[in-house]
């Protein structure tokens, strides 16, 4: 313990179940003297338990569709007076596609999932922040952070739409980072994380198989969701006050590895 968030208040969202790294991360802020409040949609909270997470870090729970500005209003507005100020930090951990879930092929894409796919995972990070910023809801030198994936550049056969949802929220995190910036410095990135044991993770296709892939191809290995959460952390304190508009690697080297020995034992024998 730091004490790195002490006296900094904020949202998460997305803590569906202790495997979830919003969940992990709820933990570690609470550790490190933050308040904030939680939040996920209503379906999210009914199949979750995210009340005895609540109880743990002495946190409210607000209900959010993070596709419904109406409903964003009233959670930011809430969580500003439950924690009794402007917030400091925003964390959104919000990633569904119906076609991935569905087993639809890439080929065969139902359109209309793929909007929903795009609003949920993608197009809800802009209406976060265009909501934060038109309640002027931050406090200067705040951080906004998404979870993203690498699959926003590369190509992962059983990743579907979702590679594209992850490009479009890479890509707002860019745009208005520069605005926020301007405005009232407020730092907005993304964290592309390692494949993760997650609920949401292990819905892919030949997800093991990949996990496996992966962790041989990264030289430090994947980063765990507990590793995830420390990251998410220090790019909420303070000691992270110049880094804005980025997608940030935090894969144990996978992205910039060509291939490993680990690898190549595997594949000669």
Request: charged fraction near 20%; proline fraction near 2%; include cysteine.
């Amino acid at each position: 313990m730091y004490n790195l968030l002490k006296g900094k208040r904020g949202i998460i969202f997305g803590a569906l179940d202790e495997r979830s790294i919003a969940w992990k991360v709820a933990l570690k802020a609470h550790q490190e003297g933050a308040r904030f409040t939680l939040t996920n949609a209503p379906i999210a909270l009914r199949m979750g338990q995210i009340n005895s997470l609540a109880e743990t870090c002495n946190a409210e729970v607000i209900a959010a569709d993070a596709t419904s500005t109406e409903d964003l209003e009233s959670l930011f507005t809430k969580s500003m007076e439950i924690l009794g100020g402007k917030l400091d930090f925003v964390l959104h951990s919000i990633g569904m596609s119906p076609n991935v879930r569905k087993n639809r092929p890439y080929g065969d894409l139902n359109y209309d999932w793929f909007q929903k796919t795009l609003d949920i995972s993608g197009l809800s990070f802009h209406k976060v922040l265009q909501t934060a910023d038109k309640l002027d809801a931050m406090n200067e030198w705040g951080s906004i952070l998404a979870l993203s994936y690498i699959a926003a550049q590369r190509t992962f056969p059983d990743y579907s739409d979702m590679a594209q949802a992850k490009a479009l929220l890479e890509s707002i995190a860019r745009s208005y980072g520069y605005f926020f910036a301007r405005k009232n410095k407020v730092r907005v990135n993304t964290i592309s994380q390692s494949p993760t044991m997650t609920t949401a993770g292990s819905g892919v296709g030949g997800f093991d198989v990949f996990f496996d892939y992966a962790d041989k191809m990264s030289p430090l290995g994947n980063a765990t969701a507990e590793e995830c959460a420390d990251y998410v952390v220090v790019m909420f304190s303070d000691l992270t006050k110049k880094v804005t508009m980025q997608n940030l690697m935090h894969d144990g080297g996978f992205s910039t590895s060509g291939i490993t020995g680990e690898l190549i034992k595997d594949l000669t024998k």
